[in-house]
């Protein structure tokens, strides 16, 4: 992502899938600049003359982070709500954190004009968070899949390239397999995310089934290539069962999972 900050200069942003506090623990001996040469190395040569052309004081390395659905917690107060990033913070891959704020906003002006007296005012609150619960959900899981999930659990497809198999991994061979099905899948999830702004029922089936179906499918695919089953509900089973529950499930089907990548 590129910004122009006036004057001729720009500031260029690269969103990497690291570990918490990388900045901090990850070794960089020759500096930024090489670190990030050998992360995009076999990238276009302009990603490497802007790199060439960065002082190292200029790079900084800062975590984003998103949070789980408030899906059993209440958004509201008495007659004081919450809205945007303070009930729903999301990645900024789609572009969403601040348009989910904006539905926010619509939603919750439509039940207070409905209100004949301030006392009403709690109640009104608890049906602007029922309408916006499962759609900000649904695009807080969309983002982390942009983010985390396309990076982590596809590949470059495999390939055969002067009679050698390239990337002949789980991975790899998945990712070619995918790609008739992902252009489906962006389809369907930018109809989902510019389709359904206006919350008219709590639950948007007409665009959000075929999301949830391909997204399980894609979902599937990816945990396999990972061996992690963190990957597959990466909110939903942690914020209702508890953490420590979560993390049982996910190391013992990391257990299973490797092996289909043994059998290629």
Known sequence: ?????GKGRYQYYAFLARPPGSAETEAKPDGSVAYLKAIFAG?????????????????QQRDLYDRPPSSL???SEGPVGLLGDSVHAMMPNLGQGGCQAIEDAVVLAQELKKLDRRSAADSALVTYRNRRLVRSAAVQGLSRFASDIIIRGFDTPAKIVDGR????NYAGIVTRLLQPVLPVFFFVQFEFLY?????????????????????????LA??????????????????????????TISESVANILPSLDGLL
């Not at 396999?224 to 209702?240: C, H, N, Q, R």
Request: net charge negative; proline share 5%.
């Open 195 to 219: 389709e359904g702004w206006r919350n008219e029922a709590a639950l948007d089936l007409k665009s959000g089934l075929p999301l949830f179906l391909l997204g399980a499918f894609l979902l």
């Open 222 to 247: 990816a945990a396999g290539a990972v061996g992690d089953a963190a990957i597959l509900l990466p909110f939903g089973v942690e914020t209702i069962f508890g953490a420590e529950v979560f993390t």
């Open 43 to 59: 990238w276009s040569p302009d990603v490497h003359a802007i790199l060439d052309a960065t002082a190292e004081d200029e790079i």
């Open 1 to 5: 992502m590129i910004t122009d900050i």
């Open 165 to 168: 198999l390239e990337n002949f």
């Open 73 to 75: 917690r209440p958004w």
